[in-house]
């Protein structure tokens, strides 16, 4: 369960990966069939606010190139779903109608280039539309370093940068321990995954740079402005996956999905600081196995989703208003 958006309707839209599923998980498809259970389904699902599936489509088809692996999901403003993969070969993104039906595509597969490349897309993760502008932008991704930002309409080529708004360069991977300090200076490029872009109402570009252990925040020009360290001393996967806003006028907080340590946190958007912690690692209710994915409705319910072996999503509801913002340093 690898993407998960919201629409303007508060219906719960869902990217999944049918070629994750196992034998025993797919007995009905296999030739013979195995058992009398079950057969994969599409890869995506449209559910609304009660759970009902209202819609499922997705794969491969004429005129388009379907993600070898797919990853992330974006119903925008005017409810077109956008579609990223990160397989081997993936460059692209794609836009659909919310009935399937296809409508634009950006960047092409084929073996990776690099974070210089405006033609193609480097295993983009995810994608958020900004409506002001009809601007795409896309966090790209798990094979370049950069935030990339494309005309929707058209699909041309806008603008690009790495982290602190520097021309990203294509360095290897961030190596973290546990028992070691965070590296200072920090990295002064994004590590693979850039895993997400979100966009706020006061023209503020939120990024999950995911091993580095932070979200970097921009101008919509690229301009940097700041940081937020999350957790610095994870290793492996990192632990910034994903982020949703709150859904106030002045959207005072950000919402974070913690994959590697199985946490959602409520933060203060304007300093960073942790107002709040829900989740712990595990296969019950409230608990995550791999959460990937967040996304919010117009009632604060928030959506998160699980990839890997987790492969389900969780409503969780407004139990209480945050904790008060802290001043303090």
């Not at 960047?107 to 690099?114: D, H, W």
């Not at 994608?127 to 005309?151: C, K, S, W």
Request: charged fraction near 25%.
């Amino acid at each position: 369960m690898s993407g998960i958006s919201v629409d303007a309707d508060d219906h719960v839209w869902l990217l999944q990966r049918p070629g994750s599923l196992t034998e025993d998980e797919k007995g009905a498809a296999l030739k013979p069939p195995q058992s009398k259970c079950c057969l994969p389904a599409p890869p995506v699902l449209e559910f609304d606010a009660d759970g009902k599936l209202l819609r499922a489509w997705g794969g491969p088809g004429n005129g388009y190139d379907w993600p070898g692996n797919e990853h992330g999901i974006h119903v925008d403003a005017k409810g077109f779903v956008w579609i990223s993969g990160n397989g081997d070969n993936d460059g692209q993104i794609l836009r659909f109608t919310r009935d399937g039906k296809f409508v634009s595509q950006i960047g092409k597969p084929g073996p990776q280039t690099n974070s210089a490349d405006t033609t193609r897309l480097g295993k983009p993760a995810g994608m958020e539309l900004d409506p002001q502008t009809n601007e795409v932008f896309v966090a790209d991704g798990y094979h370049n370093h950069r935030i990339i930002v494309f005309d929707a309409e058209t699909g041309a080529y806008k603008r690009h940068w790495g982290a602190y708004g520097k021309p990203p360069t294509d360095e290897g991977k961030v190596t973290l321990r546990r028992d070691e300090p965070p590296p200072d200076p920090p990295p002064q490029q994004f590590g693979n995954p850039v895993h997400c872009v979100r966009l706020a109402k006061d023209g503020l570009v939120y990024v999950c740079d995911r091993l580095n252990d932070r979200v970097q925040v921009f101008k919509r020009d690229g301009t940097f402005v700041k940081e937020f360290s999350i957790e610095p001393r994870t290793p492996a996967n990192g632990s910034v996956w994903d982020l949703a806003l709150s859904r106030d006028p002045g959207q005072r907080f950000l919402y974070l999905a913690d994959g590697r340590n199985n946490q959602l946190l409520t933060l203060a958007r304007d300093t960073g600081a942790v107002l709040a912690t829900t989740g712990y690692p595990g296969r019950s209710a409230g608990a995550f196995l791999w959460v990937h994915d967040i996304a919010l409705d117009s009632q604060g319910n928030l959506y998160a989703g699980e990839v890997d072996t987790g492969k389900r999503a969780q409503r969780f509801v407004p139990a209480a208003k945050p904790a008060a913002i802290s001043r303090k340093p």
